[in-house]
């Protein structure tokens, strides 16, 4: 370099003194504005330091990012050495010089990219969300919403019915919550089942992307950044399974990055239910799940619990779950004596009250099919005759050497295959009984009854959505079975003939399609198949209907689909037509069988869906499909239910789903497993949602085994007077908050809401899509491309390389064995604006949080900041004689760590007289700017009305001229801007100072409230009399008690809390509202000249 000075320019680095840097200034590096936080200047030498250091020294400065599309990120910069960085006073800025006009329809996409960001804190009312997401939205999926809104920190139980739309619900919160910035951390806690469809859902409604936490994620977080990175800090939003959560390897690191309480965070648990307090006889207990999650959810500022069945009918229980809601208005232990103690957090609907208020053709109408099979000679019937005799001879009356006879049992109601493969590991343990000692199959059979208490208080997590394969569940149940077969009393002669009969005849009879079998494939090809019944080739042809067929067993659902392929060989490729989903299957197959069963029936071939319980909770599985057959009845109630809820559900298309289960009339273990439905079923329609307290005694009177006994349990169960106890106590503390009227109040109430937040934003389909298209001319392209022949869908022009991964989302769903190559080589989805009609459309529903919507959002709201498209003036031909002009400011106000507290467009608008010279603007007053505006909207041009997006409508003289002019005026006009933006600022600031006061008060009188109850419980002494009476052997009992006086503990400890509490959360709370920023920023100028001249 010689001599010459290599340091470069000082103008490319931070320009402006350092002393004009100080928290709340307002910065612009690396493209975007930034907030000041804090600045770090570096020590000064000392004054007798001889040789000072040559270079100049540099000063920290902490910023948070105010940008829309990165709002809320932090960054640490060196001032001296950030390029192009400078400290910004948009005041002075102004608009700069407008060379020429814009088009009147690309300001129009800039302005309302603009004003669908408005926000206030100060307002629940006013909502964003719902326009935010992909969505056929109810107005009674609102109302979660709008109690969110309206609670300090958002802790919120939806309990609504299967299939009414939980996680639409969860999502809409969620997504509103990030939006007001109050959420920067999400966790979702799910059944395994469910994960995949949990993160399709969030993205694909709302873009929210979610990372389920796996071996796999950590393994790749590793590989990306280091062994010793913490994976749940390496992006915002994770979904995690209930199985993994209670692992030690997981849970420790999670603590360890929420810290005690997590600010800004969100957890949403799935199936809440599920960490409930176990039921048990008398009193519930706590299981390892409700332990784990009673440490997690302290640590989240919001908490969304989701569950169509919170009541289990135990009070404690129904305390203990809503303490892990919100430990500020409840404490386990202490009873819901009031709906107003719900009323805040509690949602609940259910499907037959929306029925009644809305009519009948949002939801599908249920009808339940009883299929009669066999004959009174059918194997299946001598099979139980033989299983019954040999029950008799060899089965104990009580304890877990029952286990086996009963497994035998389920197994035959199943299938005869299932029968075949389980006789068989029985009489294998029977033969091998000899030389096991008692001491040592007590431990083998511990937890293999399914009746063992031991495994409902420990292993919840089952019911909670531990996903174990089918095939090794199949293993452990022949383990078991073959286990306790081996402690079995020595067989007489006649038990071991009947036993030896009972394997002939299933061997038998197991190559052979059972009735049940045969019913099914004739139903199949009457309603699945054109052309009838016949099994000759060529003679039938698939039609457009769907199936789903549910069994308990993987090994009768592999003889279901043997049999199926068999009977309809005579179809084109019948294997393509059948899928499975089972435990089995991987995350990316899961993922796939749904999609292709959702998919139009002329895209998909699939027609019959095989399922194991696995599928049995929240998957959607409606969009092209109204018909279900159980193939086996499930012991407990509730699962069944779960089954049905996967057609019976919010946008099911048909107007009635048929659930279809089989019957052998002459199998007396059927007829009485056919009374036991018919009355629950009864039971349901008189108690709705409480029937689910009924179905744990339900299923237990069952795990005895099927028998005349069994009927007469299950009458005293469901007798009013004898389910009247657990009932009531549901009745009292959870449904009574559940009214018709309530419900029409809340549906008004939230139908208003939208209508209110839809005016304000001034959001249509047409608008948006006027956006889109002019965002992607901005990209150099030529717009969105009419679909010829359907209205209001698109199909998007080619786009630059740069945009691949953002067309991603505008693709059909990607194959297991598809290389992304080919799956980028085929076509675009069409686009459409708007929500969809039926689940799984084939198209893109474009909305505002769509990830191709969000960067051409991005781009438009950074004009004058990063990007320069556009001179942010504009024209546009109105009615009228007088010439006007309209300008634009954007006023916000930021709370602690730049959060959005306020954010709207002020506007000032004036006669424009070209007589006069300084005085040519005259104001106008409020009515008649907002007259102006409101015409405005329709001035603006759109593609339908054929009008040029490129050039404005009115000569080239009066454009030049308007032109050279807009600088000076916007300069005159912005002193009104900047007037009007003080007054809104100072009546914002006074409406958030005031809901701070509000919610503040609001906390200490719940907070002395909760403090009242506990005390009351407190003076209550007396242990309930059914845990009084000590049994030392009775292990269940000394549970019991000891859940009791723990609980009595957690009270004592929480009223010292409470006082902690009462004197720190309400200032806490009233700080959460504080504006300590505000932001005026120049948007643009608009004029509108009159159609009478030139």
């Known amino acids: 370099m010689g001599d010459k000075d290599s340091t470069p320019p000082s103008a490319l680095f931070g320009t402006g003194p350092a002393s004009a840097l100080k928290p709340g200034a307002l910065v612009r590096a690396?493209?975007?504005?930034?907030?000041?936080?804090?600045?770090?200047?570096?020590?000064?030498?000392?004054?007798?330091?001889?040789?000072?250091?040559?270079?100049?020294?540099?000063?920290?400065?902490?910023?948070?990012?105010?940008?829309?599309?990165?709002?809320?990120?932090?960054?640490?910069?060196?001032?001296?050495?950030?390029?192009?960085?400078?400290?910004?006073?948009?005041?002075?800025?102004?608009l700069g010089g407008a060379a020429t006009l814009d088009p009147p329809r690309?300001?129009?996409?800039?302005?309302?990219?603009?004003?669908?960001?408005?926000?206030?804190?100060?307002?629940?009312?006013?909502?964003?969300?719902?326009?935010?997401?992909?969505?056929?939205?109810?107005?009674?999926?609102?109302?979660?919403l709008r109690k969110a809104l309206a609670l300090p920190r958002a802790n919120l139980f939806i309990a609504d019915d299967v299939g009414l739309g939980k996680t639409i619900e969860a999502g809409l919160v969620a997504s509103e919550l990030a939006l007001r910035q109050r959420v920067d951390f999400m966790l979702i806690v799910c059944p395994a089942s469910v994960a995949l469809q949990w993160k399709a859902e969030m993205q694909r409604r709302f873009g929210l992307t979610f990372e389920i936490y796996s071996r796999a994620f950590v393994a790749r977080r590793r590989r990306e950044r280091g062994f010793s990175v913490l994976p749940f800090s390496t992006s915002a939003r994770f979904i995690l399974t209930y199985p993994l959560l209670r692992r030690p390897e997981v849970k420790e690191p999670l603590f360890q990055f929420l810290g005690k309480r997590r600010k800004k965070s969100l957890l949403i648990l799935d199936e809440a239910h599920a960490v409930a307090p176990a039921t048990s006889l008398r009193y519930a207990v706590d299981s390892k799940i409700t332990k784990t999650a009673r440490e997690l959810a302290p640590k989240f500022e919001n908490r969304l619990f989701l569950s169509a069945t919170p009541h289990n009918g135990h009070s404690n229980s129904f305390s203990a779950l809503l303490e892990l809601l919100d430990n500020q208005r409840f404490t386990r232990g202490v009873p819901i004596t009031s709906d107003k103690e719900l009323e805040p957090v509690m949602?609940?609907?259910?499907?037959?009250?929306?029925?009644?208020?809305?009519?009948?053709?949002?939801?599908?109408?249920?009808?339940?099919?009883?299929?009669?099979?066999?004959?009174?000679?059918?194997?299946?019937?001598?099979?139980?005759?033989?299983?019954?005799?040999?029950?008799?001879?060899?089965?104990?009356?009580?304890?877990?050497?029952?286990?086996?006879?009963?497994?035998?049992?389920?197994?035959?109601?199943?299938?005869?295959?299932?029968f075949a493969r389980t006789v068989e590991k029985h009489a294998q343990g029977v033969a091998e009984r000899a030389g096991v000692a008692a001491d040592e199959e007590d431990d083998d059979l511990e937890g293999a009854a399914d009746g063992d208490a031991d495994r409902d208080a420990d292993d919840a997590g089952e019911d909670a959505g531990e996903e174990v394969s089918d095939d090794v569940l199949l293993e452990r149940l022949d383990e078991a079975t073959e286990l306790a077969s081996r402690r079995s009393g020595a067989?007489?002669?006649?038990?071991?003939?009947?036993?030896?009969?009972?394997?002939?005849?299933?061997?038998?009879?197991?190559?052979?399609?059972?009735?049940?079998?045969?019913?099914?494939?004739?139903?199949?090809?009457?309603?699945?198949?054109?052309?009838?019944?016949?099994?000759?080739?060529?003679?039938?042809?698939?039609?457009?209907?769907?199936?789903?067929?549910?069994?308990?067993?993987?090994?009768t659902l592999r003889m279901l689909r043997e049999a199926l392929l068999g009977a309809l060989e005579g179809l084109p490729r019948p294997e393509d037509h059948i899928l499975e989903l089972t435990g089995s299957l991987g995350e990316d197959q899961r993922e796939e069988v749904q999609r292709a069963f959702n998919a139009p029936p002329s895209e998909e071939p699939v027609r019959i869906l095989l399922c194991t319980d696995a599928a049995r909770e929240g998957l959607n599985l409606q969009a092209h499909c109204a018909d279900l057959f159980h193939f086996d009845l499930p012991w407990n109630p509730g699962r069944m239910e779960q089954r049905n809820g996967r057609i019976d559900r919010t946008l099911q298309p048909a107007p009635e789903v048929r659930c279809h289960y089989f019957v052998y009339p002459d199998r007396k273990e059927d007829l009485v497993l056919a009374r036991v439905m018919d009355k629950v079923v009864t039971i349901r329609s008189e108690l709705g949602s409480l029937s689910s307290v009924l179905d744990d005694a339900v299923e237990r009177a069952l795990e005895a085994g099927i028998s005349g006994e069994t009927?007469?349990?299950?009458?005293?169960?469901?007798?009013?007077?004898?389910?009247?106890?657990?009932?009531?106590?549901?009745?009292?503390?959870?449904?009574?908050?559940?009214?018709?009227?309530?419900?029409?109040?809340?549906?008004?109430?939230?139908?208003?809401?939208?209508?209110?937040?839809r005016e304000g934003l001034r959001l249509t389909a047409e608008a948006l899509a006027e956006l889109v298209d002019q965002g992607l001319r901005l990209a150099g392209t030529s717009g969105l491309i009419p679909v010829s022949g359907v209205q209001g869908?698109?199909?998007?022009?080619?786009?630059?390389?740069?945009?691949?991964?953002?067309?991603?989302?505008?693709?059909?769903?990607?194959?297991?064995?598809?290389?992304?190559?080919?799956?980028?080589?085929?076509?675009?989805?069409?686009?459409?604006?708007?929500?969809?009609?039926?689940?799984?459309?084939?198209?893109?529903?474009?909305?505002?949080?769509?990830?191709?919507?969000?960067?051409?959002?991005?781009?438009?709201?950074?004009?004058?900041?990063?990007?320069?498209?556009?001179?942010?003036?504009?024209v546009v031909r109105a009615k009228g004689a007088m010439p006007r002009a309209v300008c634009f400011g954007r006023l916000s106000l930021f709370g602690e760590g730049a959060r959005i507290l306020h954010d709207e467009l002020v506007s000032v608008a004036a006669d424009w007289l070209e007589s006069k010279e300084e005085g040519h603007l005259e104001r106008y007053d409020e009515e008649k700017e907002q007259r102006l505006l409101d015409e405005l909207e329709g001035l603006w041009g759109s593609r339908s009305d054929g009008q040029n997006s490129t050039r404005n409508d009115v000569p080239p003289a009066v454009a030049q001229k308007l032109a050279a002019s807009a600088q000076g005026d916007f300069a005159r006009m912005w002193v009104d801007v900047a007037a009007e933006a003080e007054d809104l600022a100072k009546k914002a600031e006074q409406a958030l100072a005031l809901r701070g006061k509000e919610e503040s008060i609001a906390l200490v009188r719940i907070l002395d409230e909760q403090r009242e109850a506990i005390q009351r419980r407190l003076d209550d002494t007396q242990m309930p009399l059914l845990l009084s009476e000590p049994d030392e052997t009775d292990a269940t009992a000394k549970r019991e008690r000891g859940q009791w006086n723990d609980e009595r503990r957690a009270m004592r400890e929480r009223l010292v809390a409470l006082e902690a509490e009462r004197r720190t959360e309400p200032p806490q709370i009233e700080a959460s509202y504080q504006v300590l920023r505000r932001r005026l920023v120049p948007v643009g100028l608009v004029y509108l000249w009159p159609e009478t001249r030139g």
């Not at 493209?31 to 030498?45: E, K, M, T, Y």
């Not at 960001?117 to 979660?144: E, M, Y």
């Not at 009947?498 to 139903?523: D, F, G, M, N, Y």
Request: one cysteine or more; proline letters at 6%; glycine letters at 6%.
């Open 30 to 94: 690396r493209h975007r504005q930034w907030l000041v936080l804090d600045v770090i200047s570096a020590p000064s030498p000392p004054a007798d330091d001889p040789a000072p250091l040559s270079q100049p020294s540099h000063t920290r400065v902490s910023v948070v990012c105010l940008d829309d599309d990165d709002s809320g990120r932090r960054a640490e910069l060196v001032w001296e050495r950030e390029l192009g960085a400078k400290v910004v006073e948009p005041h002075t800025e102004g």
């Open 106 to 144: 690309a300001f129009a996409a800039y302005y309302h990219a603009l004003l669908w960001a408005k926000v206030t804190a100060a307002d629940a009312t006013r909502l964003q969300s719902p326009f935010r997401a992909g969505i056929k939205l109810f107005n009674h999926q609102l109302t979660p």
């Open 347 to 418: 949602v609940r609907r259910l499907k037959s009250d929306l029925r009644s208020l809305d009519g009948a053709g949002t939801f599908p109408e249920r009808r339940v099919v009883r299929v009669s099979v066999g004959t009174e000679e059918c194997v299946e019937v001598r099979l139980s005759e033989l299983l019954a005799e040999y029950t008799a001879l060899a089965a104990p009356k009580k304890g877990r050497g029952r286990f086996p006879f009963i497994s035998l049992q389920k197994r035959l109601l199943s299938s005869v295959e299932a």
């Open 491 to 555: 067989l007489d002669g006649r038990a071991r003939e009947v036993l030896e009969e009972l394997r002939a005849v299933a061997r038998r009879a197991r190559t052979q399609p059972c009735h049940k079998t045969l019913s099914l494939i004739r139903w199949v090809q009457e309603n699945l198949c054109v052309g009838g019944t016949s099994t000759k080739a060529g003679r039938l042809s698939w039609g457009t209907r769907r199936v789903i067929v549910f069994t308990e067993y993987v090994d």
């Open 711 to 757: 009927e007469r349990l299950v009458d005293k169960l469901t007798k009013v007077g004898e389910r009247a106890a657990r009932a009531e106590v549901a009745q009292r503390e959870l449904e009574q908050t559940r009214t018709l009227a309530k419900l029409k109040r809340e549906t008004d109430a939230s139908a208003r809401a939208l209508e209110r937040s």
């Open 793 to 874: 869908a698109y199909t998007l022009p080619p786009l630059p390389a740069s945009w691949t991964e953002t067309l991603d989302s505008v693709r059909v769903g990607r194959r297991r064995d598809e290389s992304l190559w080919d799956w980028r080589r085929k076509p675009l989805l069409p686009v459409v604006f708007e929500p969809p009609v039926l689940y799984g459309d084939a198209s893109a529903h474009l909305h505002l949080a769509h990830p191709l919507v969000l960067r051409i959002l991005s781009r438009f709201r950074a004009q004058g900041h990063s990007a320069h498209d556009l001179g942010r003036v504009t």
